[in-house]
DNA sequence: CTTTATTGTTCTAAATATAGAACGGTAATG
DNA sequence: CATTACCGTTCTATATTTAGAACAATAAAG
């Protein structure tokens, strides 16, 4: 079977006029050389190098075929670079806006990594539970989450990925008071709520077969921000809806546990919002498109 | 590292739109396909195609890379195109000389391979032990060996390779009438000899540090032809001196014995004889460079 | 002529890639 | 809504490839 790299071993032989000197250059030993071209001798049927322990000489079917493989060479080097400055030449400012939640779960480190590959690009982040006018504001693109289909308007939407919410709690807070066992188990407990309106809060449960409860519960801290919460479940303060990712480390390390695991205590959708798509910049675009690539493999419900 | 085979897997993924009908096409598992892409986009550091198990898009700059991609592997196809045409376009006649013996061990397996791997070419082979005029009989190429260096003409000359003399004997006739440890054990043998004149002969031994013998031995067959001798020693009719290489399946099944392996009896030269390098036809260019290429390693001394 | 240095090839335990099946997830179908 | 069919990924015993040393061959140096 054809094996490509085979191509590029021969080349570099040719070039440096010998295993001994291709190998140290490519910095690898000259067995496999040696063994790679034999490979694609037998395999062509053709000697392209003869060669003893002291002549090497080139046949005239090897220049020729070294001419082919040379050109192959500069199309895979030219591919290489054309990544490369894709990822370079991208420069210039961006301005995004998301939610706290998200800002702290869900993009952190995918902003991080994205400003590594593009390393002359500028980013700057609004994060806010409001929902602002994009137009207005400057803002390039902003990441939504919503539970409806959102309204028509001129904005360009893209499904990111779903999530779901989920209940979580301490490993000490459950042995404590019990681990609920079905929806009726959570009936009036001691909770923790996101938002503060209203401040008295219900759950509303759904399991695999579709069905659905709402139980009442009784919030002992409201809070904007999602970390406060998960934070204060941690410390065995109570029972706590979130969206999943924003629990996964704490899961995956036993600080917390899934309350109820058969039933979601939500459903949610996250959207990326643009302005127009014909107005964006290539940096725009290119966060854009690195979000829709990457983000639901680290937040989405099937990650 | 870099692998040139992941642009072959990820062009065809790209251009049958999905790893499934890309394996099958290629024939090869899928999961290979998976990971090589996968390999491909880690090492880039990019997705090239965004895929569920339902959805399948190649980014923008998958689309980018796989132009370059694709003009890889059409080098790769014009690199192994113009090989096979190089293979299969050669056609026409070429007509060579050599002697008895080169056409019965020395390149018999040789010309089968070429005109295998080149089935337009036609070859006319003229075999005798007289020099002929290369030129007057319309030669193209001629295979001579000789002790001495060749006295300069107007014919080109290459050499091929050295050939030693080796003294043969059965174990049989060894066994019989004593293994020689010296060349003054050959004093006066019963001997099979190559040529005719004169009908009475005698061996010029020569060992590694360059000590030389001349021994007389008696031949009872004198012959023209190697395999008349070598069959006759064979069978036990005495010692033969011939070129090694005329042996080497007789001693390696073991019907022959090397005589004083320490001596040799002889040392030639095969030059390949062309008449002139410019009026050379296409084919006869192939054959001589297949011949330089391969015969050192069926018949050279090292072989 | 012997020694030395350097070449390409061969050998073998260890690392890597592969084939084929099993898997989990998703869209279409009844 | 449950079923079916299909897709890409993951798993794992098997097969291939590799690195590094040993090797054989050859030309240059002493």
């Not at 998301?98 to 002359?120: H, R």
């Not at 079905?182 to 009036?188: A, G, I, R």
């Given at each position: ?10 080349v570099?032989?040719v070039e ?7 190998a ?10 040696s063994?790679?071209?034999?490979k ?25 075929f ?5 050109a192959?060479l ?7 670079a054309?990544?490369e400055?894709r990822k370079?030449s ?10 706290l939640?998200?800002a ?9 990594n994205?400003?590594?590959k ?10 806010t539970?409001q ?7 400057g803002?390039d693109?902003?990441i ?13 939407q893209?499904?990111?990925c779903?999530?779901s ?10 042995s ?14 001691k909770?923790?709520?996101i938002?503060?309106q209203?401040?008295?809060g ?5 399991n ?6 709402t139980?009442?519960?009784h919030?002992?801290l409201?809070?904007?921000d ?11 303060l109570?029972?706590v ?7 996964r480390?704490?899961i995956?390390?036993g600080t917390l546990q ?7 205590s ?5 959207s ?5 798509r ?5 940096v725009a675009?290119?966060?854009?498109l690195y979000?829709?690539d990457n ?9």
């Amino acid at each position: 079977m054809i094996d490509l790299n085979d191509y590029y071993y021969f080349v570099h032989v040719v070039e440096k006029q010998g295993f001994t000197p291709a190998a140290q250059a490519l910095n690898m030993p000259k067995s496999r050389l040696s063994r790679h071209v034999s490979k694609l001798e037998e395999r062509l049927d053709i000697k392209l190098i003869q060669r003893t322990s002291r002549q090497f000489h080139v046949t005239e079917t090897g220049k020729m075929f070294y001419q082919h493989a040379r050109a192959l060479l500069d199309e895979m080097e030219a591919a290489e670079a054309a990544i490369e400055s894709r990822k370079l030449s991208l420069n210039g400012r961006v301005t995004m806006s998301c939610s706290l939640g998200v800002a702290q779960f869900a993009i952190k480190e995918l902003l991080v990594n994205f400003l590594q590959k593009y390393p002359k690009v500028e980013l700057v982040q609004q994060v806010t539970n409001q929902n602002i006018d994009l137009v207005s504001s400057g803002i390039d693109l902003a990441i939504r989450g919503h539970t409806d289909t959102l309204p028509d308007s001129s904005i360009i939407q893209r499904n990111l990925c779903a999530v779901s919410w989920h209940l979580f709690a301490s490993p000490g807070y459950l042995s404590d008071t019990g681990t609920p066992r079905s929806p009726y188990d959570l009936f009036k407990r001691k909770s923790l709520k996101i938002g503060w309106q209203p401040t008295n809060g219900h759950w509303t449960l759904e399991n695999k077969q579709g069905l659905k409860t709402t139980v009442p519960h009784h919030p002992q801290l409201c809070s904007d921000d999602m970390n406060t919460l998960k934070h204060a479940a941690i410390d065995g303060l109570g029972i706590v809806s979130l969206p999943a990712y924003t629990c996964r480390d704490a899961i995956s390390n036993g600080t917390l546990q899934r309350v109820l695991p058969e039933w979601t205590s939500g459903k949610a959708q996250l959207s990326l919002l643009t302005p127009s798509r014909r107005a964006q910049s290539p940096v725009a675009k290119a966060l854009a498109l690195y979000l829709l690539d990457n983000l639901h493999t680290h937040v989405g419900d099937s990650a």
